[in-house]
């Protein structure tokens, strides 16, 4: 089986979703540049026929991305998937998104219909969409909820009608890893024709288990993973593209690779959060500010003595400068030394220890001691070249 990951971003669609942080075309188009290079297989441009602006976003992005398949999505509905072709019309390599519900909370309460119109709808919308483009992706809303053998009915039928990829979203982020893994091998195992198609993961983070699911999807068949930068999206978020990519890239024997250049996760990371408007939270893993940092005296003396010691990724794999070692009332001895020789200042032994008792003292008053704190610290040894 094929151990080359796809990569799916939905920054631009699903991540857009975010409430306040909605992006005008130029907008989109910065981004889905940085998305370009930075490797993502597939940019899922918009929702063409929500509004005239989403329509010209998706449209521009199909005239501009030549390395990526430029998507964009629609309904079971022939005008959306009409809209959709439309605005794609000049893309190199397009893909329409097309599906419906299939969970019996969406089936009976929202969409009000039968499991056999469901199936009718699946082949419907995807044939339609064949008449458009060859790459055509059928997803099941709200999959993670749903009965695996009715699910294994429906994604037949969009296989059978010409289906390129099958999404099996956990659209409310229901799903434990391993709940969502077994349904994914159920449909590898039990789906007719299943091997003409990618199967893909669409994982949201309600539950905080977004990521894991996806990586259990991976190991149980799927080679497409949908994810944002950062985690944005509905609700609590989706997958998040810099997890999935560095946990593969970190745990080498599941022996899976994508194409993303690793290095450009953290600046795309930064690109997103200040276009979108939206910080990225401090302990967020991979890209946030304090991933790299260290505060506790036990770490930042393993760390100094030996990175590996608390860091599983270098900070260059993803576009990061350097670890950093922050100065509060936790840190030791061995961590002042370090920050002091970084801004020229050595000292003996004993003006260690001298210093290091009023750095405490100053730590426990103003919470984290910077380079300015540090050279006042050492203001009276006139040999210090600081």
């Given at each position: 089986m094929n151990n080359?990951?796809?990569?799916?971003d939905t920054?631009?669609?699903?991540?857009?979703q975010?409430?306040?942080?909605g992006l005008?075309?130029?907008?989109?188009?910065?981004?889905?540049?940085?998305?370009?290079?930075?490797g993502?297989?597939?940019?899922?441009?918009?929702?063409p026929i929500?509004?005239?602006?989403?329509?010209?976003?998706?449209k521009?992005?199909a005239?501009?991305?030549k390395?990526?398949?430029?998507?964009?999505?629609?309904?079971?509905v022939k005008?959306?998937?009409?809209?959709a072709?439309?605005?794609?019309k000049k893309?190199k390599?397009?893909?329409i998104?097309?599906?419906?519900?299939?969970?019996?909370?969406?089936v009976?309460?929202?969409l009000k219909?039968?499991?056999e119109?469901?199936?009718?709808?699946?082949?419907a919308?995807v044939s339609?969409?064949?008449?458009?483009v060859?790459d055509?992706?059928?997803?099941a809303?709200d999959?993670?909820?749903t009965?695996?053998?009715?699910?294994?009915?429906?994604i037949?039928?969009?296989?059978?009608?010409?289906?390129?990829?099958?999404?099996?979203?956990?659209?409310?982020?229901y799903?434990?890893?391993?709940e969502?893994g077994?349904?994914i091998k159920?449909?590898?195992?039990?789906v007719k024709g299943?091997?003409?198609?990618?199967?893909s993961t669409?994982?949201?983070?309600?539950l905080?288990l977004s990521?894991?699911?996806?990586?259990a999807?991976?190991?149980n068949?799927?080679?497409q993973?949908?994810c944002t930068i950062?985690?944005v999206?509905?609700?609590a978020?989706?997958t998040?593209?810099e997890?999935v990519?560095?946990?593969?890239?970190?745990?080498?024997?599941?022996?899976f690779?994508?194409?993303i250049n690793?290095?450009?996760?953290?600046p795309?990371?930064q690109?997103?959060?200040?276009?979108m408007?939206?910080?990225?939270?401090?302990?967020?893993?991979?890209?946030?500010?304090?991933?790299?940092?260290?505060?506790s005296g036990i770490?930042?003396?393993?760390?100094i003595?030996n990175?590996?010691?608390?860091?599983?990724i270098?900070p260059?794999?993803v576009?990061v400068?350097?670890?950093?070692?922050?100065?509060?009332a936790?840190?030791?001895?061995a961590?002042l030394n370090f920050?002091?020789?970084?801004?020229?200042?050595?000292l003996?032994?004993?003006?260690?220890?001298?210093?290091?008792g009023?750095?405490?003292k100053?730590a426990?008053?103003?919470?984290?001691?910077?380079?300015p704190?540090?050279r006042e610290?050492?203001?009276g040894?006139t040999?210090?070249?600081?």
């Amino acid at each position: 089986m094929n151990n080359r990951i796809q990569i799916f971003d939905t920054t631009l669609r699903d991540g857009e979703q975010v409430p306040g942080c909605g992006l005008n075309k130029n907008e989109k188009i910065t981004i889905a540049k940085a998305l370009e290079e930075l490797g993502v297989d597939v940019i899922e441009a918009g929702f063409p026929i929500s509004s005239p602006g989403d329509f010209e976003s998706v449209k521009a992005l199909a005239e501009i991305i030549k390395d990526a398949t430029v998507c964009g999505l629609s309904r079971a509905v022939k005008k959306d998937i009409e809209c959709a072709a439309e605005a794609l019309k000049k893309a190199k390599r397009p893909r329409i998104h097309t599906g419906l519900g299939t969970s019996d909370q969406h089936v009976f309460t929202k969409l009000k219909i039968t499991r056999e119109e469901v199936i009718e709808r699946a082949k419907a919308c995807v044939s339609y969409a064949k008449k458009f483009v060859e790459d055509v992706e059928f997803y099941a809303e709200d999959a993670g909820r749903t009965d695996n053998e009715f699910l294994a009915r429906v994604i037949e039928t969009a296989v059978q009608a010409g289906a390129t990829v099958v999404n099996i979203p956990d659209t409310t982020g229901y799903c434990l890893p391993e709940e969502y893994g077994q349904k994914i091998k159920y449909l590898a195992d039990n789906v007719k024709g299943i091997e003409k198609a990618t199967i893909s993961t669409h994982c949201h983070n309600d539950l905080g288990l977004s990521t894991a699911n996806s990586i259990a999807g991976i190991q149980n068949g799927a080679r497409q993973v949908e994810c944002t930068i950062n985690g944005v999206g509905e609700r609590a978020g989706n997958t998040s593209l810099e997890e999935v990519v560095m946990i593969l890239r970190k745990h080498k024997w599941l022996k899976f690779e994508t194409g993303i250049n690793s290095k450009m996760l953290y600046p795309v990371s930064q690109l997103v959060s200040d276009t979108m408007n939206m910080p990225v939270q401090p302990n967020k893993a991979i890209v946030g500010a304090n991933a790299f940092a260290h505060s506790s005296g036990i770490h930042q003396d393993g760390v100094i003595k030996n990175r590996d010691n608390y860091e599983i990724i270098d900070p260059a794999e993803v576009g990061v400068n350097k670890s950093s070692i922050i100065l509060t009332a936790r840190s030791g001895r061995a961590a002042l030394n370090f920050r002091l020789g970084q801004i020229g200042v050595h000292l003996g032994k004993d003006e260690l220890e001298e210093t290091y008792g009023r750095f405490l003292k100053m730590a426990d008053e103003i919470n984290v001691v910077n380079d300015p704190e540090l050279r006042e610290l050492v203001e009276g040894y006139t040999h210090v070249n600081a």
